[in-house]
């Protein structure tokens, strides 16, 4: 009954919480805070469409910028830890997205690059 309520398995919410929030501590010592902007950081996932910031970073933060682009129902739970929610993130999925827009295109967050 609890799998039909809740079809992401505990196995896969836990490592995959695991992997961003490492990834997201990671950026949060580096970066100084969100970004203000969006200019030059917009991909379009579907094209797999990827600005050349997120091309220059090691491939496990590039992975956890997918996985946050694709699972912002399982993120939204997960608290940010780093005190960026002074600059407006309400949970984890914000360290990494800053707007999904209606064309298909995501304005990343800097915060958690490399």
């Known amino acids: 009954m609890l799998n039909s309520q809740f079809p992401l398995s505990r196995r896969k919410f836990f490592y995959g919480g695991l992997g961003l929030a490492g990834a997201t501590l990671a950026g949060c010592?580096?970066?100084?805070?969100?970004?203000?902007?969006?200019e030059g950081l917009v991909a379009w996932p579907?094209?797999?469409?990827?600005?050349?910031?997120?091309?220059?970073?090691?491939?496990?933060?590039?992975?956890?910028y997918r996985y946050a682009v694709a699972n912002e129902d399982v993120l939204q739970w997960m608290p940010c830890f780093c005190g960026c929610v002074t600059g407006g993130h309400r949970h984890n999925f914000d360290c990494y997205v800053r707007e999904v827009r209606d064309d298909g295109s995501v304005a990343l967050d800097a915060m958690s690059f490399g």
């Not at 100084?32 to 902007?37: A, T």
């Open 46 to 64: 579907a094209d797999d469409l990827w600005p050349d910031r997120f091309k220059d970073d090691p491939e496990d933060v590039q992975e956890a």
């Open 29 to 38: 010592s580096t970066s100084g805070g969100p970004r203000k902007s969006t």
